[in-house]
């Protein structure tokens, strides 16, 4: 949590030397009062007591303060360390990888250290790059530039596409665009009604 037991016992120690030099200073103040008092000169006027009262108050402030910064000092030396990772150690070999190691000549030493600080790196030689680069996506599908709904439909090849009163519109087996759609209703409903019976025709 923080700093040795040597540090822990010089923070008490100071502690104590500041609450001592206070009670030292407020037992001397009180000594010279009662002196005073003693002496003839009476009681301490309002003005004389409210200074008095003042000065201790400003005392106790700053001895306050100094243990503030006194504090602030300590937790930051505490924390200019937190935080930093310890050195890691490198990993140990095995002895199964000690005897591989014993085996090679020094130019296969040489090429497994690079080959492994490849692998580490993740560097890709250029042959390979240009083997992941250069394949053709056998996924891409073929752009289509409509810019309206007739040239779209014309650009899938749906037939139709012209508009509902041109000739050749009509679906095959059918004369009309409504006869198509019923057409459709007719072989798609059944399906529907049984798969979301929840749902009105208007949907």
Not at 131 to 148: Q, Y
Not at 154 to 162: D, E, F, I, K
Request: net charge neutral.
């Amino acid at each position: 949590m923080g700093g040795t037991a040597g540090q822990r016992r010089a923070e008490k120690v100071d502690r104590e030397g500041v609450k001592a030099d206070v009670a030292a200073k407020s037992k001397t103040k009180a000594e010279d009062d009662a002196y005073w008092a003693a002496a003839g000169e009476g009681s301490k006027s309002k003005a004389q007591a409210k200074r008095d009262t003042a000065d201790a108050n400003a005392d106790a402030a700053a001895a306050s303060k100094a243990e503030a910064k006194r504090l602030a000092k300590v937790e930051e030396e505490e924390m200019a360390s937190f935080g930093k990772k310890p050195a890691t150690k490198a990993k140990k070999m095995t002895k199964a990888e000690l005897a591989a190691f014993a085996e090679m000549d020094a130019k296969e030493r040489i090429k497994a250290k690079f080959a492994k600080a490849k692998e580490t790196k993740k560097e890709v030689s250029e042959e390979d790059y240009a083997a992941m680069v250069d394949v053709k996506n056998d996924n891409a599908t073929e752009k289509i530039d409509a810019s309206g709904i007739d040239e779209a439909l014309a650009s899938l090849g749906v037939n139709g596409a012209a508009g509902p009163h041109t000739p050749g519109h009509a679906l095959p087996g059918t004369k009309n665009t409504k006869a198509a759609y019923a057409a459709f209703e007719e072989q798609e409903m059944p399906g529907l009604k049984e798969d979301r019976p929840g749902l009105k025709m208007s949907q």
